[in-house]
């Protein structure tokens, strides 16, 4: 009976509401805020007349209605889940192959690949872009350099970002070597907490090194696995300084632009219909967290 009114005491104890407050009004302030004045904006559309002050027009559903009704919106969509897919996978593969290559390394070794790694994962979106856009210059770039060296034939003035296919190769390679960080070292934070008993058992049975990672490793690190597959769909769908700046440097915007490029370009013309767009775009990020806030909960309870 004394342990369940001292829960009740504990669980109506206002001082942890009281130290949440000052975040709760940060995030109210910088998240909050934003969201409500684009929810607002979406239902409004905005002309010339607004540049000399005049009230913009409410048009409710209206740019919810053109923006879903508009097939340039769906093909965008379609590109950006295809590409999230095939960035999300290898980001995920290569990550989690080098979690298990550190797990092998000695101290020395694996201190050095952390620190290349930290470099990848530090340098600036925007800066990454333009050094690997450079990459592949057109006239200067050391991949055509070094392909017209290996294949004899000469690449000089190949593009690799007017074509749509080599663009996302261009933009896969950078969002995936920025990404690789942050699954590696996670993924290898949790293969650690594996007991070596479980797995020195599994070898001794006969389990080979792709058995006991899938059998054993795997299963035991499935909630990090859960929370990194869908932090990287959420990162890889709403990508935009990186297409922006390879675009700066070469390609096709109507081929190539993602959600976040689209939904900026669209803007430049009707603020109302691109903030409807980019509600939608928020309704999908909802959609998919989901699943992630609902396994947290019942991993929870």
Known sequence: MSVTVAARKKRSDPIPYALLLPALAVLC???GYPIVKMLITSFQHFTRAQLF??????????????????PDFWRVVARSFGFMAVAVT????????IALLMMQLRRGFRLLLSIGLLLAWAMPALTASIVWGWIFNTQYGVVNYVL????????????WLINPWSFFVVLTIIIVWQG???????VYAG??????????????DGASAVKRFFQVQMPITR????????????????????????????????????????????????????????????????????????????QED
């Not at 017209?148 to 593009?159: D, E, I, K, R």
């Open 29 to 31: 302030v910088m998240i």
């Open 53 to 70: 002050g005049a009230p913009p027009e409410w048009v409710g559903f209206g740019n919810y209605a053109k923006v879903l009704t508009n």
């Open 90 to 97: 290898l980001t995920l593969v290569v990550g989690t192959l």
């Open 148 to 159: 017209t060296q290996l294949t004899g034939t000469s690449w000089a003035g190949h593009s």
């Open 180 to 186: 690789v960080p942050f699954i590696a070292f996670t």
């Open 191 to 204: 293969l650690t907490q594996v007991d070596p008993a479980i797995l020195e058992a599994a070898q001794i």
């Open 223 to 298: 909630s990090v696995f859960t929370v990194l597959i869908v932090l990287s769909v959420i990162w890889d769908l709403r990508v935009f300084a990186q297409v922006y700046a390879l675009l700066g440097v070469g390609g096709n915007a109507d081929k190539v632009s993602t959600l976040g490029v689209w939904i900026y370009m669209q803007g430049s013309s009707d603020i109302g219909l691109s903030s409807a767009a980019a509600v939608i775009m928020v309704a999908m990020m909802l959609a998919i967290s989901f699943y992630y806030v609902r396994q947290t909960l019942r």
